[in-house]
């Protein structure tokens, strides 16, 4: 029901901070795909997530999107700018869930700076499948297999080209 | 462009020298047969006969004065002439360009693989140049346990080695050409990043010094196309591959360096542990659509010979350096894989046949082409000259007046004939013999195999298997031929890659007809005489023991006891380079965890699972290439709560869309939570 709100859990955050029921199951959701399991853990995120922006949490899209964006501008710090993009969120999360930062506990991205040697880690984690692509076409080669042939039949065009075929 | 004009000057002479002897010899030899054969006239199967003697003759005498010039050019020690090589101080200067180093893989092991990539990784940062490599696994993986394994070993190779940004995994969802095509989509993609490519295979390892040797030697030439390293079979246990590794290690180099020395700058490729001119190969080699259907037609199913004659066509030159050293791969472990490994390269090879008068190829190309038909339809050509023989036998038992023979001038020349087998056999063993010379001579080498006592037992006991194997062989390429000329499908499921025993049963499957063969034969020879049966004892022998044979040299326990006895070693066997001796290591210390179930993995496992949906991410628009009917039942399974297993097909399509495994996840991990 919309009307029901629950209070976080965490000492570390403010009380102020409400989520809704909804809201509070996609920020779970979200943040279990981090690797944090401990429900003070879930609550302190999601009271992180939601922080400031109350007003806009009411909605679970709402409050997934602060979520996001709070996460991915850690990740950015501690990534760096190279992995900023549309990838940044699902490649950070991948070297973050590679690192088990979680077992660090809901703090480490609450924390102003992540520690250097964290982000050390972290970016070497980071999957990278490929770079960028500098996309050319291989032009598939022509090969007459019989030129006799060939010349027979450009004479009496007659029968089927004796060459390779055209992708 | 002139495609003559990269030759040294004793170009000619170097091939008139090999090739002029083959045809020489081949000549003389036929007439020998021919005079053998005319004693009493000639019948049909007699002409026959002669036919198929003077092919199988000219083969073996081609392979006999290719391992004479490769053992003199070995005695000399000079280096091949045509290509610059670098100097003392040449070689300590900076690489200026790029290479790629990419390793085509197809639902292939993944701890052999990555163990592999990371030695040689490791190898190339050991030498300071790893800045002008980069590598990349480019997985053609249709099984989904395969592809998210992969995952996850690449994953752990680039945390291990801080490989990130340098070691990349691009997987192919469309396997269109197979590995040629897989080569094509990396060069379409990334190729223009790179100034060179080194090829690898799924089981291939190169010392990082040869790759940078290679490297500079493309640099130094800028208009060699390819440099190919003949890779030295190593790292199997059973016995059958420890043969080959001998064989391989002690009688390769002297062909290889015999090929080599005739055909310099026309040389071939294999397909691997070979450094390609990427823009080149780019340019000139994409392999075009053969008309007509298989197994002629269709597209090219071994793609180096063809690449490497385009490349020479396009006015690059193609090299073989056995000397480089550094590179390696792995032999099949049993007779039946290597076998299974035959049948798909009969086939590519056959193919080739339509492309030997192709328009504007080196007349070393084409000769190429015909190399490679021959090493498989030699076999039949060898079924084909014994059973013509015994037709001709037949013939003079049955239709032929007994006092014909009697007479004198009319009698067969028995010693003319065992002189001419005495040849054939000398031509056949000679490059064992000069292998096994160089070995017995170079300072250590003999010391690394054992003793030069124990390196003579090998040969001689390698000589023995590999003649009794031989028949066995004989009969299988004999029907791959056969068949790929009647329209046989060939499979190209990856080869087996591990040391398991053989069970006796499949060995009595496997060899059931070529033990009747053998039967066969024996008693029809019996019916000409007993003096016929005794000279077809070697081939027949090797028949009617292929089980116990094939069965047994399949053994890791046979292998491992010669090597104790001290037979069969090579020397990377007792002295390890370093690279393999890492490989091996990071193979025991760094084991891959099997995936049996590849969603259920990405399901459950937290870390499979954002590496995956990350992989994903980073390749938009693969899941276009799902089958909406596969996903859907897919989706129905896993969402649905169906306790039906995903078929594999299903699985690859819940694999390729982000948005159901991200549902499916979050439907467990609810349920686990509630």
């Known amino acids: 029901m919309d009307s029901v709100t629950t209070m976080t859990s965490c000492p570390s955050v403010p009380s102020s901070i409400w989520a809704r029921p909804q809201s509070r199951v996609a920020l779970d959701s979200f943040f279990r795909g981090f690797g944090f399991t401990s429900e003070a853990d879930l609550s302190a995120l999601a009271a992180w997530a939601l922080d400031g922006y109350a007003a806009h949490g009411a909605q679970p899209q709402s409050a997934l999107g602060l979520a996001r964006a709070r996460v991915e501008t850690w990740l950015a710090g501690v990534l760096g700018t190279e992995h900023v993009g549309t990838s940044l969120l699902s490649r950070g999360r991948a070297a973050f869930v590679l690192c088990d930062v979680a077992s660090r506990g809901a703090r480490v991205l609450m924390q102003p700076s992540a520690p250097e040697e964290l982000c050390r880690v972290m970016r070497a984690a980071v999957p990278v499948p490929a770079p960028a692509q500098v996309t050319t076409v291989m032009p598939e080669q022509h090969l007459t297999l019989w030129p006799f042939g060939e010349m027979f039949r450009r004479w009496f065009r007659g029968a089927a080209p004796d060459v390779s075929i055209s992708r | 462009m002139d495609s003559h004009s990269f030759s040294p000057e004793s170009t000619g002479l170097r091939r008139a020298g090999v090739l002029g002897l083959a045809a020489a010899s081949t000549v003389a030899g036929t007439r020998e047969m021919q005079r053998l054969l005319s004693a009493q006239g000639t019948s049909a199967p007699e002409v026959l006969l002669l036919v198929f003697f003077a092919l199988c003759f000219g083969w073996i005498a081609l392979s006999f004065w290719t391992a004479v010039a490769g053992f003199l050019q070995s005695v000399f020690g000079e280096r091949l002439p045509g290509p610059r090589y670098p100097t003392v101080d040449e070689e300590g200067v900076p690489l200026r360009t790029r290479t790629s180093v990419v390793m085509p893989i197809h639902n292939e092991d993944p701890a052999a693989v990555f163990a ?226 035959d049948r798909r390269w009969c086939q590519g090879n056959l193919q080739h046949l339509s492309l030997v008068l192709a328009g504007g190829l080196h007349p070393l190309s084409r000769a190429h082409f015909l190399m490679g038909v021959m090493s498989y339809v030699a076999s039949p050509l060898w079924l084909l000259f014994l059973l013509a023989g015994l037709a001709a036998a037949l013939h003079d038992r049955f239709f032929l007046d007994v006092h014909l023979l009697e007479q004198p001038g009319l009698a067969y020349d028995a010693p003319g004939a065992l002189r001419l087998f005495a040849i054939s056999m000398g031509m056949l063993f000679t490059p064992k013999v000069l292998g096994l010379t160089l070995a017995l001579t170079r300072k250590g080498e003999a010391a690394r195999m054992g003793g030069r006592l124990k390196l003579v037992l090998s040969v001689l006991a390698e000589s023995v298997l590999a003649s009794l194997l031989a028949p066995v062989m004989m009969l299988f390429q004999s029907h791959f031929v056969f068949g790929t000329l009647l329209g046989y499908r060939v499979n190209w499921s990856s080869q087996q890659r591990e040391d398991a025993d053989l069970p006796w049963s499949e060995g009595l499957r496997r060899h059931a007809v070529h033990m009747a063969v053998g039967a066969g034969l024996f008693g029809a020879a019996l019916l000409v005489s007993p003096g016929l049966a005794a000279w077809l004892a070697p081939v027949v022998v090797g028949l009617l023991l292929a089980v116990p044979l094939t069965v047994l040299t399949a053994r890791a326990s046979l292998g491992t006891w010669a090597a104790r006895k001290g037979l069969f070693l090579i020397p990377e066997e007792t002295e390890p380079p370093g690279v393999l001796e890492r490989a091996q290591g990071i193979t025991e210390e760094f084991a891959v965890e099997p995936v049996p179930d590849a969603v259920e993995r990405v399901l459950t496992d937290a870390k499979a699972h954002a590496l995956h949906m990350a992989l994903l991410e980073s390749q938009p628009g693969l899941s276009l290439d799902t089958p909406p009917a596969a996903l859907e039942s897919a989706r129905r399974k896993l969402l649905g709560g169906l306790a039906e297993p995903l078929s594999a097909q299903e699985k690859v399509a819940a694999l390729l869309d982000a948005g159901t495994l991200a549902e499916a996840r979050e439907q467990r991990l609810t349920r686990s939570v509630s």
């Open chain 2, 116 to 341: 592999n990539l990371q030695a040689t990784y490791e190898s190339v940062a050991a030498t300071g140049y790893l800045d002008a490599f980069d590598f990349y696994v480019l997985s053609d993986s249709t099984r989904a346990e395969a592809w998210v394994a992969e995952e996850l070993a690449w994953s752990d190779l680039c945390r291990r080695v801080g490989g990130q940004g340098r070691i990349f995994y691009r997987r192919r969802t469309d396997n269109t050409g197979k590995k040629a095509g897989n080569l094509g989509d990396f060069c379409e993609r990334w190729g223009r990043r790179y100034d060179f490519t080194v090829v690898l295979d799924a089981d291939s390892l190169m010392d990082g010094r040869t790759l940078v040797k290679m490297a500079r030697l493309m640099e130094l030439n800028p208009r060699t196309g390819i440099i190919q390293a003949p890779p030295l079979c190593v790292g199997r246990t059973t016995l059958y591959a420890r043969l080959q590794q001998f064989a391989g290690r002690v009688y390769g180099p002297v062909v290889a360096t015999g090929a080599a020395a005739w055909q310099l700058g026309e040389s071939n490729y294999w397909g691997h542990n070979a450094i390609i001119r990427t823009e080149a190969f780019i340019n000139h080699c994409g392999l075009p659509v053969l008309p007509g259907k298989q197994p002629f037609g269709g597209h090219i199913l071994s793609h180096d010979f063809v690449e490497a004659a385009l490349m020479r066509r396009a006015g690059y030159t193609v090299w073989l350096m056995p000397e480089l050293g550094g590179s390696y791969e792995q032999p099949p472990p049993n007779l039946l894989a290597y076998a299974q490994r």
